[in-house]
């Protein structure tokens, strides 16, 4: 049965929502003696047996809107909330946009779906969804097959976050809409460069520019990277490449977290043995409203004229070195 809220306020749906969350997280939580064993021919593995957890009763909670949300998800592989409302909103125009988001939440609080909330430089934060096991299930029962791989398990097996990942996603996308790139690659595991022994690189992003000459690699950071860790990272890629090009997350990131460990390895190695060095540093606001462009940069260390670094723009080096 669908549900309408056809007539009701924004608090009237935001307490039947709460209402109904409430009541499935309750059912979902009963104790084992109020459980039934699921039935020799339902699908189970040793997650639903343990927790006795009965697909159908939960299969029975659906409305058409939730299927096709576990749908979307599981054939197409779609993550990011606003892009699986749109998929969902061109097949019917009927589900309004309340009931798309109260749908996504009831799943979620059914444990077919699990809820991310991610922050990246590139606007306002936004929901991601992904399949539990249960939902895997769900998806195997309903459509007779595995779900695809989605998005967000993607990007969670190749970076150290969503968050990261996500940012990693917005800035390729940053870098093809300038136009100076013919190529740009992200989940680059199968992309590895050999630096040498225990020195295989792993690029954040690999871009090969428009007129096809020497590729470029770029690593964001969100001020995580530990000091031995950033060695490392510049090791390998000083091992790879003459161009060190670090995304910041912000400035103050950049001025705070960074550039400190960027000094640091500057002093382990020395500067005479960098000379065909260059270090760029900017972050993805100057990127976007550069075009990623030389203008882009804001602080370049250039080896071969020193160890100072050099402001890339004129007010920079004052807020950033």
Request: aromatic share 8%.
């Amino acid at each position: 049965m669908i549900t309408k809220f056809k007539g009701k306020t924004n608090a009237d749906r935001h307490d039947e929502l709460n209402k109904r969350i409430t009541a499935i997280e309750t059912q979902l939580n009963l104790s084992e003696a109020h459980h039934k064993p699921p039935p020799p021919a339902e699908l189970t593995t040793s997650l639903i047996v343990k927790q006795k957890i009965n697909l159908s009763e939960i299969e029975e909670k659906f409305d058409d809107m939730m299927w096709e949300m576990v749908e979307v998800i599981g054939k197409e592989g779609i993550s990011k909330y606003t892009e699986i409302a749109a998929v969902i909103k061109k097949r019917s125009l009927y589900y309004s946009k309340n009931k798309l988001q109260s749908g996504a939440k009831l799943l979620a609080a059914m444990r077919v779906l699990k809820e991310d909330r991610i922050s990246t430089p590139f606007g306002a934060k936004f929901h991601v969804y992904s399949l539990t096991d249960i939902g895997n299930l769900i998806f195997q029962h309903r459509f007779g097959k595995k779900p695809v791989i989605s998005e967000s398990a993607l990007l969670k097996s190749s970076y150290i976050s969503l968050e990261h990942g996500y940012g990693i996603k917005g800035l390729r996308e940053v870098l093809i809409n300038s136009g100076r790139y013919k190529e740009v690659y992200i989940h680059n595991r199968n992309n590895k460069m050999n630096a040498g022994a225990k020195y295989d690189y792993i690029p954040d992003i690999m871009a090969i520019p428009s007129d096809e000459s020497c590729t470029e690699y770029f690593e964001y950071e969100r001020g995580t990277i530990t000091l031995s860790d950033m060695i490392n990272r510049c090791n390998k890629m000083h091992k790879t490449t003459t161009h060190l090009n670090f995304i910041i997350q912000n400035k103050e990131i950049a001025t705070k977290k960074i550039l400190p460990k960027i000094n640091k390895w500057l002093e382990t190695q020395g500067c005479e043995n960098l000379s065909d060095t260059i270090i760029r540093i900017t972050t993805p606001w100057e990127l976007m409203t550069n075009n990623a462009d030389d203008n882009s940069w804001l602080v370049i260390y250039d080896l071969n004229n020193g160890i100072a670094p050099v402001a890339a723009k004129r007010g920079y080096r004052r807020d950033l070195l």
